[in-house]
């Protein structure tokens, strides 16, 4: 039997994962069963089962597809000159994510789901605290060159903060449909400006 090159492997592992987030995007998590995988990717039973024993491994890698660990896309950030300010962080950040719109429901569902799916739980914990330092590393550099009095601590305090403000991008496009970024970026300057 011919060997299948990684290309092809990779190629059908993508085809199958997805197929998996077509389905949860349409019918949610609970809903989709391997049927629907199957019927989607047009693979057969044991062709998928050759890439992944279970519903819940294409669940997993899944998660990796729409909550990729962005971090080094903060730490490029972190090293433009001058360093671009939170709210035009976000909005590239936030535009960076692929197919966004698509795959923003799946994501509520993967997080969701990560509240009771030990596997996905820990692996979600991990990928979070992994954007927390990269944003953390981003933020010093934001503060230090707006000559903050400690630019650590501030990022330190600030990162969770920036975060919930791309994670609440991601929520509103999955309940609402398409956000205005513009308009998203220049509420966040109002409000974050209306502290001062």
């Known amino acids: 039997m011919p060997r299948i090159s990684d290309a092809r492997r990779k190629a059908q592992r993508e085809k199958i994962v997805h197929a998996l987030l077509a389905s949860v995007t349409e019918k949610g998590i609970a809903d ?58 976000v909005s590239q950040i936030a535009s960076a994510l692929p197919n966004l719109t698509r795959n923003a429901r799946a994501m509520m569902q993967i997080w969701g789901q990560a509240m009771t799916h030990d596997v996905l739980s820990t692996w979600t914990q991990r990928i979070v605290e992994n954007i927390l330092d990269a944003i953390a590393i981003y933020l010093r550099a934001w503060f230090a060159q707006a000559d903050h009095a400690d630019p650590d601590d501030a990022a330190r305090r600030s990162a969770p903060a920036f975060l919930a403000f791309v994670q609440g991008y991601i929520v509103q496009t999955a309940l609402r449909g398409e956000v205005d970024m513009d308009a998203y970026v220049e509420g966040i300057d109002t409000l974050v400006g209306g502290w001062d």
């Open 32 to 89: 989709t069963s391997m049927a629907d995988v199957i019927e989607r990717s047009g693979l057969s039973a044991g062709a998928i089962y050759g890439y992944f024993a279970s519903k819940d491994e294409i669940l997993i890698a899944g998660a990796r597809v729409v909550v990729q660990d962005r971090a080094a896309d903060f730490a490029e950030l972190a090293e433009r000159e001058p360093v671009p300010p939170p709210s035009q962080a």
